[in-house]
């Protein structure tokens, strides 16, 4: 059974840096994209951005310029990390693992951190 | 940008069937995928590929696709099935773009 566990800071200051780190337990690390989605009252599921074991990333245009995601194989994890957070990036963040095969969802996701932006 | 567009409420008697509808732009020629989501936690996959069921989900939950609207069936809904629902699909405007629906909250009356 595949597992994600997920941590990272809950409480950011405007312009700080936002981190957070997810674990993959069981099952294979390669063969998938790895990605981080967050979820906010007002606009919903917003997907973030992916990266696969090989550490190509695809990002969504909208936060292109903020977002790094990192990816470590030798520990089965991957990292996001949002920079220059406002008000407006206060969400709940989870991570997920992205199934490709002609189509692409999210299989197995992390239990979600909450990060509060707020001076 | 490729828009999905769901009911944000939708009410449903025990014992009936809920529809729960995604619409976009000739979104029958896309790959549409379904999850729940309960008060609390994360998402749940229960319909990929417009038609599919993951393991573990119920014969109650159904998927169709076509024209400008993807439909989510849950058959004999129960108070278990009350939560919020979201479509997805991939790829619409970039390689790699992920586009969600609002999410449709069931409540089961």
């Known amino acids: 059974q595949v597992q994600l566990q997920q941590w990272g800071a809950g409480l950011l200051k405007p312009s700080e840096t936002l981190s957070l780190t997810c674990d993959v337990n069981?099952?294979?690390?390669?063969?998938?994209?790895w990605n981080w989605i967050r979820q906010t009252p007002g606009k919903g599921l917003e997907w973030i951005g992916e990266?696969?074991?090989?550490?190509?990333?695809n990002y969504n245009p909208s936060l292109k310029s903020r977002v790094t995601i990192s990816i470590d194989t030798s520990k089965n994890q991957f990292s996001l990390k949002l920079n220059s957070v406002t008000a407006a990036d206060t969400a709940m963040y989870y991570c997920?693992?992205?199934?490709?095969?002609?189509?692409?969802?999210?299989?197995?996701w992390g239990q979600g951190n909450l990060v509060t932006v707020s001076s | 940008s490729y828009v999905l567009t769901q009911p944000p409420s939708v009410s449903v008697a025990p014992g009936q069937t809920a529809r729960i509808t995604c619409g976009g732009n000739?979104?029958?020629?896309?790959?549409v995928h379904w999850y729940q989501q309960k008060s609390g936690q994360a998402p749940v996959l229960v319909v990929y590929?417009?038609?599919n069921r993951p393991s573990g989900i119920p014969e109650r939950f159904s998927g169709f696709n076509s024209g400008n609207t993807a439909t989510l069936s849950i058959s004999r809904v129960d108070a278990g099935d009350e939560a919020a629902y979201y479509c997805?699909?991939?790829?619409?405007?970039?390689?790699?773009?992920?586009?969600f629906g609002g999410g449709t909250k069931l409540t089961v009356l």
């Open positions: 997920a693992r992205g199934f490709w095969d002609g189509y692409y969802y999210f299989d197995y």
């Open positions: 069981g099952g294979s690390f390669s063969g998938f994209y």
């Open positions: 990266i696969n074991h090989s550490g190509s990333t």
């Open positions: 000739n979104i029958g020629s896309k790959n």
């Open positions: 590929a417009d038609t």
């Open positions: 997805q699909v991939w790829g619409v405007s970039s390689d790699h773009s992920v586009v």
